[in-house]
């Protein structure tokens, strides 16, 4: 029963920081790509930042510079530090994951439930 659950979301003021969490449970193999995700109200889901298992990282273009993404493997945890947040920031962000469970032979994509992230003064 693999599953993503993140936290750390709520309200913050323009200029303000939060990090979420998000923590792979059950049983699993190993953890390939991770990746945090936003859906704004009226928009799309969008990719915000990814990282691999060594650590190699992306970011939107919008985030760079403010925005940290990192992972403890040994925690099997992922992490984004989100600073100078915007109102445009606003939106539901999703843990994403590729993940090898026991005893399967290919990795499948996980989603978490998201967190809420409302940025206003």
């Known amino acids: 029963q693999v599953q993503l659950v993140e936290s750390g979301g709520g309200l913050v003021q323009p200029g303000g920081s939060l990090r979420l969490s998000c923590a792979a449970s059950?049983?699993?193999?190993?953890?390939?790509?991770m990746g945090w995700y936003r859906q704004a109200p009226g928009k799309e889901r969008e990719l915000v930042a990814s990282i691999t298992g060594g650590g190699s990282t992306n970011y939107a273009d919008s985030v760079k510079g403010r925005f940290t993404i990192s992972r403890d493997n040994a925690k099997s945890t992922m992490y984004l530090q989100m600073n100078s947040l915007k109102p445009e920031d606003t939106a539901v962000y999703y843990c994403?994951?590729?993940?090898?469970?026991?005893?399967?032979?290919?990795?499948?994509?996980?989603w978490g439930k998201g967190t809420l992230v409302t940025v206003s003064s």
């Open positions: 994403n994951a590729d993940i090898i469970p026991e005893h399967r032979y290919y990795a499948m994509n996980y």
């Open positions: 059950g049983s699993i193999f190993s953890i390939n790509v």
